[in-house]
């Protein structure tokens, strides 16, 4: 059996969006190549074992489909290819590219500089663009082609003291829409999902508290909301669905 592959960049904590799409595409029967950047998660609040992406491979293959993973910073030269390269040579040409991985650090009117905005441009929409341009051209099926850009509802309100993410990640909403009219002929759709505010390890109890107030249904968002909506988008039922924005947060009263 010839299982179709899935890319998904950002993949590094077991509390995150991330593996939880990679466990719902392995149930779907999709073999799985994704990639971490432990640097990243170390200097970020949340705690990252260095041993997390061994344990989500191992937990991947045994919903018995293949997975292998790279650690890589998307930023570097070469990095994009490199990483299409291994793809191919390990697994074969993917049908699905799921770009999840992000860089943010707080950055108000005080505080941010050039260095950290070119860190989150790199990341945030230079990687994320060049990542679906490479897999555009190396697409070779004849259909069912999927790429999924997460976002973060940067159209929906502001965000303080976030303002290089805010602008980067807005980026790739326009990126999305602009792909779909070109590559509908070569059998691909594209979307953008914003998952909202998710309970990834990162809000603490004082802001869940406060956010919880905010959704109508009384929870805060999880990981595998996020992963179920993206499992519809990669299947054959959402052929008719590209170029969209897709908010799944849930009623969250900004």
Same mark, same amino acid.
């Given at each position: 059996m010839r299982r179709k592959v899935a890319i998904v960049t950002? $993949?590094?904590?077991? /509390?995150?969006?991330?593996?939880?799409?990679? &466990?719902? @595409?392995?149930?779907?029967?999709?073999?799985?190549?994704?990639?971490?950047?432990?640097?990243?998660?170390?200097?970020? =609040?949340?705690? $990252?074992?260095?041993?997390?992406?061994?344990? %989500? &491979?191992?937990?991947?293959?045994? !919903?018995? $489909?293949?997975?292998?993973? @790279?650690? @890589?910073?998307?930023?570097? /030269?070469?990095? %994009?290819?490199? !990483? @299409?390269? #291994?793809v191919e040579q390990l697994m074969r040409g993917p049908h699905v590219l799921i770009n999840n991985a992000t860089y943010s650090t707080e950055t108000s009117i005080e505080s941010i500089t050039a260095v950290e905005l070119d860190k989150h441009y790199q990341v945030n929409l230079k990687a994320t663009t060049l990542l679906c341009i490479e897999f555009i051209k190396r697409f070779k099926h004849q259909s069912q082609g999927?790429? %999924?850009? %997460?976002?973060?509802?940067?159209? +929906?309100?502001?965000? =303080?003291?976030?303002?290089?993410?805010?602008?980067?990640?807005?980026?790739?909403?326009? +990126?999305?829409?602009? !792909?779909?009219?070109?590559?509908?002929? /070569?059998?691909i759709t594209i979307n953008s999902v914003n998952p909202g505010p998710n309970d990834t390890g990162w809000i603490s109890e004082n802001l869940k508290e406060s956010l919880i107030q &905010?959704? =109508? /249904?009384?929870?805060?968002? &999880?990981? #595998?909301? #996020?992963?179920n909506l993206i499992g519809f988008l990669v299947s054959e039922k959402a052929d008719w669905i590209t170029g969209q924005i897709i908010h799944s947060e849930g009623g969250f009263k900004r």
């Open positions: 950002g $993949v590094s904590r077991q /509390k995150g969006i991330g593996r939880a799409i990679c &466990q719902e @595409l392995a149930k779907n029967q999709f073999d799985i190549f994704f990639t971490y950047w432990s640097a990243y998660d170390h200097q970020m =609040p949340w705690k $990252v074992e260095e041993n997390e992406p061994d344990q %989500i &491979q191992k937990e991947i293959r045994a !919903l018995g $489909v293949n997975c292998e993973k @790279l650690e @890589l910073d998307i930023s570097q /030269k070469n990095s %994009i290819t490199d !990483l @299409l390269n #291994t999927r790429i %999924i850009n %997460i976002s973060s509802g940067q159209s +929906l309100g502001p965000m =303080p003291n976030e303002i290089a993410y805010a602008i980067t990640k807005a980026a790739i909403d326009n +990126l999305t829409k602009t !792909l779909a009219q070109e590559i509908a002929s /070569k059998g &905010q959704f =109508p /249904k009384n929870r805060i968002g &999880q990981p #595998t909301d #996020t992963a």
